[in-house]
């Protein structure tokens, strides 16, 4: 089946059978690797893309059900090179070890802050309550999400 | 890679022996089989198209016939390359007539290289069987008179040919054909 | 040391793994054909048939290989990885089975396909028959013994050993009080975030092959694949590519994935490609934990310890490929930062028709951490004296170190600790957590109807073992530093603190810096990342390295600045004669001067040919001399280096649901001179983390058949951010390590080892009952209240 998905405002086109997961889809038809897959029955979050802004588990979709949507994954996230206020504060609070879990993470809080610019050491607690990581203890990501709110 | 079986053609063993001779039998029973062509005495060339899983290719190899014993056994020697790799075989094939109809049996001793001797043995082996399985009941048909295309009339049986004697070459080139088509030839979808 | 060993700087390797440019090995290979496992359901089973005809329909199907297809080295069981004379019935798989299976989930076909989506397909439609056996599963029925896993291995029995220092029958026998505990912990299991992973390239015209694999040792897989598959050593390369975790259960290798998937690669002349799915990770990689414990403890009246008998039951699963090392570990780290009077550990390694058990952070620390403190906490309670002042009762002095206890270690050398200030530690976590004053704060709960309880636990671990690590520095003429080591990488952070060490020693901005890891192509000999190894083995090789190419830098600069070696030194990748601006020479052009040329390549290489430079009466290159600027050094140490730490925790538990809150986590940590204190800090999170999953949450639910019924994320319950403790307080102590040139002691696995012990002491001392086994849940607790209430 033909598929149009708009991934970081680039449209691709993809033949892909019906039953094609939309993780799948990304990472082996449009080559866009930085999502990840890490449990493949929708509990780690590893594999987390906006959809249309809101955040879902791409490995729960498959490709042709989201046909025409507009998909944001880890690779959007920077403009010009420049890492986003999310992106660096993962970076400036270390709040990274493999990486495997980050795209996952990156994607929720950015959609997360979008929604409450504000949080409190609660909220953000919530906002990353769905996303496993197993090297960092999440502290330093809740440190992150604070820090990208801002003052 | 040993491969054994044995299939019943219902029919008596004269009939069979011709059948195995026959030209226009061979050319639609062996599966892939796209020419078949003496070469000198004994020997002959054949093309058969054959396929693995999704490893197909086309094979040209030679096929020589010996130690025939006419309405019992035969052997056959046959090496073939294609682009997705090679064979050789040694294949023992033995007619006995049970109750009007004849068992054949046969015992193959096959090498196989290259890509196609990479898929695995359970693979290979299941397939030349499947292969095997689909010439003779093949050929059942035509001696049955059913149309091998499978619209057989019923009318048909009944003017089946009389058996018609062939040159040796023919018989031989024809069981050369099975012995080829029986390893290699390609799965009926 | 100077300016960037010891600073919390951000790491370097970061923006790859933000900006989703990374490289895990399913990112790599997307013209690699693909591949299925056809995997055991029964625990225990004769194999008897298998029928791949039904597979045949499966479009895009390429190959389907059997036990029939291995020859050679590969027709061979997998091999033993650490042999111990105790093994005596170690017993390993076959690559894909043979005439019987001894897990769920151990592989008996494998398909290769030209999609995922297709190779499993087609594993579904191949049917294998099977003659189902009595599975044997748990430590007690291992023990009981009326059904075995492996018909040659009595008792299901794989190893026996013990070691003792002292009479401890003779101290029991006159010890003022006695005590006997019976414990147990449960199976949990690393569960990195990635699973594992293969790809392999075959170079039909060279006869060469290229591996990718998510593993831990690069250099392992690397000699076993070349003899598994018969190629010489030089023939088979093995990299590394980014890896989403570890913990322990990607040291294990030759996995038969990573001898297959080359096999494949080699038969099908195309390059092919396995990533393991979730449910197969639980089934078919590799779990860690569960023993039982029987200690008998005899004390005086102080709690001092004088005689220490511990018996125990290890379940090591299906198979044997990691040896004993996990019960030599508990036997050996029992101890912990004590000095019982006289000690014996006795251990049995049982056979279970279960996955197969290897290290997971901890490695047997966790198990052996937990027996010393419940019996801590049990001597505590029985003489009515504070659970500290036991401990400290029973601690090794600093002025006793190094302190040797006469038994082997798991590298097979002395357990000699050589350094450490047990007292020092416990007197900072106390203050930390608020040990003394925590009365005031349980009477201030109990007056609001709640019910808290603080818990302390002790550990020391032994880090850095050998056999060696290697460091190559090299620099090129840019002034561009390239290091390399021969170890992993799965998050560790190597590439910045590697890079920090070489910054100082030879002066370079940490900027000009290229750290690369796991690639035998690179650095060829190795052993690789488990044991809390890297910094003390990979650090310490990799500063020797750059100290061999500082020395010859400032040689050749010396010459070349007619200045004594002495007044010189290395300033932002600048060799300069001390006091004498204006007199200095860039170390990339030192790189130039270093290579005698014939040809020069562009401008600045001129300065090295023929007609530029060199003596004329001298050879070009000294005999004891090699062209460019580059060191080679390798640490090889003469035992492990001890570090030590120990937690505290204060938890709530809910009168009415069971239910145990963290309210606040503690922990004291020396792991000897800090590289980057930010990455220790984050290990000692994510460690913590584990802890908390290992205490309260994890186990591995297998039935009576050997089906594991939880093998998914939403029922192996792993730890999301509500789970762990709301920050944790953390204090370092810096006992240098004598042993190594850095002064640095590992920290790897230093968050989880006392995790199951702090949580069960906290719980006790909230509920007054007594925890011998550990996960435990609410509906555990609550049960334990309730028979604790039905005794009295």
């Known amino acids: 089946m033909k598929v149009r998905l708009v991934v970081n405002g680039v449209p691709h086109d993809a033949d892909v059978p019906a039953r094609r997961l939309l993780s799948d889809c990304l990472r082996h038809d449009l080559r866009l690797t930085g999502t990840h897959v890490g449990c493949e029955h929708g509990v780690c979050g590893a594999c987390t893309v906006l959809l249309d802004g809101r955040p879902v588990r791409s490995c729960l979709l498959l490709a042709v059900s989201v046909d025409g949507q507009e998909i944001t994954t880890v690779e959007g996230l920077a403009h010009d090179g420049a890492l986003s206020p999310v992106q660096q504060a993962f970076a400036d609070c270390h709040a990274l070890q493999c990486g495997f879990c980050t795209p996952g993470f990156l994607t929720t809080i950015t959609a997360g802050l979008r929604d409450n610019p504000h949080p409190t050491e609660e909220d953000a607690r919530e906002m990353i309550a769905g996303n496993l990581c197993r090297c960092t203890g999440y502290q330093n990501i809740v440190a992150a999400v604070l820090k990208a709110a801002g003052p | ?16 022996w011709h059948a195995l001779g026959d030209p ?84 193959a001793d096959a090498a196989v290289g290259g890509l196609i001797g990479g898929v695995g043995l359970r693979l290979l082996t299941t397939v030349l069987q499947k292969t095997a399985d689909e010439f003779f009941a093949a050929v059942d048909n035509a001696l049955t008179g059913n149309a ?25 080139g024809a069981a050369a054909g099975f012995a080829l088509g029986a390893i290699w030839g390609r799965r009926v979808r | 040391m100077t300016q960037l060993f010891g600073a919390p700087i951000p790491r370097r390797e970061d923006r790859r ?115 189902p056996l009595p599975a044997v599963v748990g430590i007690e029925a291992a023990r009981r013994a009326d059904r075995l896993v492996h018909d040659d291995v009595p008792g299901n029995v794989g190893a026996n050993d013990t070691q003792a220092y002292g009479d401890v029958d003779a101290a029991l026998a006159s010890a003022p009080h006695r005590l006997s505990l019976d414990l147990a912990v449960e199976r949990s299991a690393s569960t990195p975030l990635e699973t594992r992973g293969v790809l392999a390239e075959w170079d039909t015209e060279s006869g060469r092959l290229r591996i990718w694999s998510s593993t831990q040792t690069a250099t392992g897989l690397r000699a076993a694949v070349a003899a598994k598959l018969g190629l010489d050593l030089t023939n088979v390369e093995v990299i590394t590519p980014d890896i989403g975790g570890g913990f322990g259960v990607k040291i294990v290798h030759p996995w038969p994935e990573e001898l297959l998937v080359p096999m494949a690669a080699r038969a099908l002349g195309r390059p092919v490609k396995f990533t393991e799915d979730r449910g197969e990770h639980f089934v078919a990689a590799a779990h860690e934990r569960a023993q039982l414990h029987h200690v008998e403890v005899g004390f005086d009246d102080e709690g001092r310890i004088v005689g220490l008998d511990v018996r125990f039951w290890h379940d090591h699963g299906a198979y044997t490929p990691y040896g004993v090392i996990i019960p030599i570990v508990t036997s050996t780290q029992l101890l912990g930062p004590y000095k019982p009077g006289a000690y014996r550990v006795e251990y049995d390694s049982l056979y279970t028709n279960t996955v197969i058990v290897t290290p997971y952070r901890g490695a047997g620390r966790p198990q052996g951490a937990f027996v010393m403190e419940r019996t801590m906490d049990a001597i505590a309670h029985e003489l009515g004296i504070d659970r500290a002042a036991v401990r400290e009762m029973n601690f090794i002095q600093p002025d006793e170190m190094p302190y040797d206890f006469g038994l082997t270690f798991q590298d097979g050398r002395p357990l000699r600790y050589d350094s450490g200030d047990y007292p020092a530690t416990l007197e900072k976590l106390k203050k930390l957590v608020g040990w003394d004053a925590f009365e005031m704060v349980r009477e201030a709960a109990r007056a609001e109807g709640r019910r808290v309880g603080i818990g302390l636990a002790c550990y020391v671990e032994g880090t850095g073992v050998g056999p060696y690590e290697g460091g190559h520095v090299l620099i090129e003429t840019s002034g561009k530093v390239k290091v390399a080591t021969g170890l992993t990488t799965q998050g560790q952070g190597h590439q910045t603190v590697f890079a920090q060490i070489v910054a100082d020693e030879l002066g370079v901005p940490i900027s000009d810096i290229e750290v690369v890891t ?275």
């Open chain 2, 148 to 172: 091998l295309t499978g619209n057989a009339p019923a009318a048909r049986r009944a003017e089946a040919p009389a058996p018609r004697r062939f040159p040796p070459g023919v018989l031989v």
């Open chain 2, 1 to 16: 890679m040993k491969i054994a079986g044995e299939a019943t053609l219902h029919a008596p063993i004269d009939r069979v």
């Open chain 3, 518 to 792: 796991g690639d035998t192509r690179r650095f060829p000999y190795a052993v690789g990342t488990f044991a809390s190894r890297s910094a003390v083995m990979s650090g310490s090789a990799i500063a020797l390295a750059a100290r061999n190419v500082r020395e010859k830098a400032l040689r050749v600069a010396a010459e070349a600045l007619e200045a004594d070696v002495g007044d010189l030194e290395i300033v932002a990748g600048v060799v300069r004669v001390k006091g004498n601006p204006g007199a200095e020479i860039a170390l990339g052009t030192v790189a130039v001067l270093s290579n005698p040329l014939r040809y020069a390549f562009d401008e600045a290489s001129q300065a090295a040919t023929q007609f530029v430079v060199g003596d004329p009466d001298k050879p070009p290159v000294a005999d004891d001399d090699e062209p460019g600027l580059e060191g080679r050094d390798y640490y090889s140490p003469p035992h492990a280096t001890f570090a030590n730490g120990m937690h505290a925790v204060i938890v709530e538990t809910d009168p009415d649901t069971a239910e145990i809150r963290i309210l606040k986590y503690a922990v004291v940590h020396d792991c000897g001179n800090l590289i980057n204190p930010r990455i220790v800090e984050g290990q000692i999170h994510g460690g913590v983390a584990q802890g908390v999953g290992g205490a309260l949450y994890e186990r591995m639910a297998y039935d009576e058949q050997g089906q594991l019924q939880n093998a998914s994320f939403m029922d192996f319950l792993m730890p999301y951010v509500t789970e762990v403790p709301h920050g944790i307080d953390i204090d370092h102590l810096e006992t240098p390590s004598p042993l190594n040139p850095l002064g640095v002691k590992g920290a790897g696995e230093a968050g989880v080892i006392p995790s199951a012990a702090v949580f069960a002491s906290a719980i006790e001392d909230a509920e007054g009952v007594r925890i011998t086994s550990m996960p435990i849940s609410p509906s555990e607790l609550f049960e334990l209240r309730r028979t604790h209430e039905d005794r009295r």
């Open chain 2, 24 to 107: 226009a039998i061979l050319a639609s029973a062996i599966p892939g089989c796209e020419r078949l062509e003496p070469a000198g005495p004994g020997t002959y060339l054949m093309t058969v198209t054959a396929g693995v899983a999704s490893t197909e290719g086309t094979y040209s190899g030679t096929v020589r016939v010996y130690e025939r014993q006419p309405q019992s056994s035969f052997a056959i020697n046959a090496n073939a390359a294609g682009v997705p790799g090679t064979l050789g075989t040694d294949v023992r094939v033995r007619l006995s007539e049970v109750d009007g109809s004849t068992l054949v049996s046969y015992d």
């Open chain 3, 17 to 131: 793994f933000l900006t989703g440019a990374a490289g895990f090995l399913d990112d790599l290979g997307h013209d690699a054909l693909a591949v299925a496992l056809v995997r055991s359901p029964h625990a225990h089973a004769r194999l008897v048939d298998i029928d791949v005809s039904g597979a045949l329909d499966v479009a895009g199907l390429i190959a389907i290989y059997t036990y029939d297809d291995l020859a050679g080295a590969l027709a061979e069981p997998l091999p033993l990885l650490i042999p111990h004379p105790a093994l005596t019935h170690g017993r390993t798989a076959y690559a894909l089975a043979r005439d019987e299976v001894n897990h769920v989930g151990e592989p008996v076909a494998m398909v290769v396909a030209r999609d995922r989506y297709l190779a499993e397909d087609a594993a579904e439609r191949i049917v294998v028959s099977y003659e």
